[in-house]
């Protein structure tokens, strides 16, 4: 394995580092940064599915709101195990993202393009009305755990969690799902992926098992969306609500994301996440109340302007220049 | 034992019979071309043999083991590879990363590096070197059709299906086609298919052998010469002799 292959990382880190320092050193921005990171974090755990494969999973937050569970639930019924139960929450969440995304996968992959867009974004509403319906996991009224945790772990250390060690976690998402795009890119799976995404009738001819990479990918995408919401939802914020974390909303904001930053590259969800999340703290700050109406316009002249994304315009800028090695 | 048998292998679409109980052996080392006019059941005999399509009857053998329904992926490996009609290159990976392709899924089953190493090797056989770095959807369709010969070599395949690789071609370039396509023939024993439309004189110059296609059968084979002097190959592409 060539070091090469790995510098790209080296100019993400020094966006991580920054972001670190500032969160620091300036008084008030470690919120903010949290905010940022949190959309940093879901661009790059989307970016490993719709980036690597070209595929649009419309029901993708059912991976997030399912990871929330996981931790709520886990917080709720073991925390007499003390901290362990948040291990527990983590290790839940990912094996409950993994089974749903197993099964959506076995049955949705089969399907193309918008055909298999169309079929995901029945996989969120469905699981929203479920717990809603059958009553399962609190049903509507969700999963309340500020009062537990503050009599389990004591109020200091439950403080911590949510305002502190949450946004650390994050932070370690975010750098794990970098360090899994740039494995995956630069082994055999990465260009089985962008031969795929490509052409998946001529990938198949050339001996790539098209069905096997996606699901791997799939599943990948799924876990890292699974820890999201258990850190930065139920850990972070303490109550889980059906309505809240199994939302469309937060589906499309990782597609402009990723389309922002640049589809498939490993700096693009990085950017579009970091743009996305400071438009959108910042307008709603100076422009309260319209803040949509302004950001909305501003992502349709950022996408004409740049078809392949940010990161997608400048790697094709630079190719011949020693920006390449850095750029993936 | 034959490298690839098909035993009686049909293909319907609807009413419309594709490919119609053909049977037909190649060996290693075979250079074999498949000429029929447009409808006539060459690609539909192509896709049957990379495993796009699967038949309605009969079987396909290859290097001893039946393939008859295992999908494309598998077959791969086994020592197939093809081109298509109309290329279809990763158009957004460079030259050199779409022949590395090829290297690391086909039979040659290489590691990422090795793959991007050996890539350079095939496309200064089929000459186009100078284009490795290019994003492939950049290529001329000429060149893209030097590029996926370049990508199917790079597979290590034991039998290599050419689709109308040399359509389009000028006469220096079908030479040179012509040469890669003899060389790795003789040097590695891969046997060759080429299907042609047109472009009779190639053929005569690297077939050995001709396999004529008319409406889904198999009309003709024999030695290259012999059949294209056939009256019903004559009969197929010009039509009845009237006076």
Do not use: C
């Not at chain 1, 004591?154 to 494995?183: C, H, K, Q, V, Y």
């Not at chain 2, 290489?110 to 000459?127: P, R």
């Not at chain 2, 023939?185 to 690297?206: N, P």
């Amino acid at each position: 394995m060539k070091i090469r292959s790995y510098k790209p990382l080296l100019p993400l880190f020094l966006i991580y580092a920054l972001l670190i320092l500032i969160a620091v050193a300036v008084p008030g921005m470690w919120q903010p940064v949290a905010f940022f990171m949190f959309y940093v974090a879901l661009g790059q755990a989307f970016n490993i599915f719709m980036g690597l494969t070209g595929y649009v999973d419309f029901g993708y937050v059912a991976f997030l709101g399912l990871g929330a569970y996981g931790m709520a639930i886990a917080i709720k019924y073991f925390s007499s195990l003390g901290l362990i139960s948040i291990l527990l929450g983590i290790l839940l969440a990912v094996v409950m993202s993994i089974l749903l995304s197993l099964a959506v996968g076995a049955v949705a992959l089969r399907l193309r393009g918008a055909y298999f867009a169309i079929a995901t974004i029945g996989v969120n509403e469905g699981f929203r009305y479920l717990i809603e319906g059958v009553r399962l996991w609190g049903g509507s009224e969700g999963i309340v755990l500020s009062g537990l945790m503050r009599r389990t772990f004591g109020r200091e250390t439950a403080n911590l969690l949510s305002t502190f060690f949450s946004d650390i976690l994050i932070i370690a998402i975010a750098i794990l799902a970098a360090m899994t795009t740039i494995w995956i890119l630069n082994r055999k799976m990465g260009y089985a992926l962008l031969a795929l995404r490509e052409d998946e009738d001529a990938a198949r001819v050339m001996g790539i098992n098209v069905t096997k990479y996606k699901i791997m990918a799939f599943i990948t995408s799924a876990s890292f969306a699974g820890l999201i919401g258990a850190v930065a939802w139920t850990l972070k914020l303490t109550y889980v609500f059906p309505e809240d974390v199994f939302n469309i909303h937060y589906t499309v904001e990782a597609i402009v994301i990723v389309m922002l930053g640049g589809a498939g590259t490993l700096l693009g969800p990085v950017v579009g996440g970091l743009i996305y999340g400071v438009l959108k703290y910042y307008l709603s700050v100076v422009f309260p109340g319209i803040q949509l109406l302004i950001l909305a316009p501003m992502l349709i002249l950022t996408i004409i302007a740049f078809p392949e994304g940010i990161v997608g315009f400048i790697k094709k800028k630079g190719k011949k220049s020693r920006i390449s090695y850095y750029l993936r | 034992m034959p490298l690839l048998e098909l035993h009686r292998v049909t293909k319907r679409f609807g009413g419309i019979v594709a490919v119609d109980n053909v049977s037909l052996e190649i060996d290693e080392g075979d250079a074999i071309g498949i000429v029929g006019p447009n409808g006539s059941g060459k690609t539909t005999l192509y896709n049957l043999i990379s495993g796009v399509y699967f038949p309605d009857n009969g079987r396909i053998i290859f290097d001893g083991k039946d393939i008859t329904f295992l999908p494309a992926h598998e077959r791969t490996p086994l020592g197939l590879a093809r081109t298509f009609q109309i290329p279809r290159p990763f158009g957004s990976a460079s030259v050199r990363e779409n022949v590395a392709i090829g290297a690391m899924f086909g039979r040659a089953k290489l590691d990422v590096e090795s793959a991007l190493d050996i890539a350079d090797h095939y496309l200064s056989i089929v000459g186009i070197e100078k284009l490795a770095e290019k994003e492939a959807k950049l290529l001329t369709p000429l060149e893209k059709r030097f590029m996926e010969l370049a990508r199917a070599l790079a597979m290590k395949p034991k039998l290599l299906l050419l689709d109308e690789v040399m359509a389009g071609m000028n006469p220096a370039d079908v030479d040179r086609i012509i040469e890669v396509i003899r060389r790795v023939k003789d040097e590695e024993r891969i046997a060759v298919v080429s299907m042609v439309e047109h472009l009779m004189h190639a053929i005569t110059r690297f077939a050995e052998r001709v396999v004529v296609m008319h409406q889904g059968k198999k009309l003709v084979e024999g030695k290259t010469l012999d059949v294209l002097n056939d009256p019903r190959v004559v009969e197929i592409y010009l039509g009845k002799r009237v006076v």
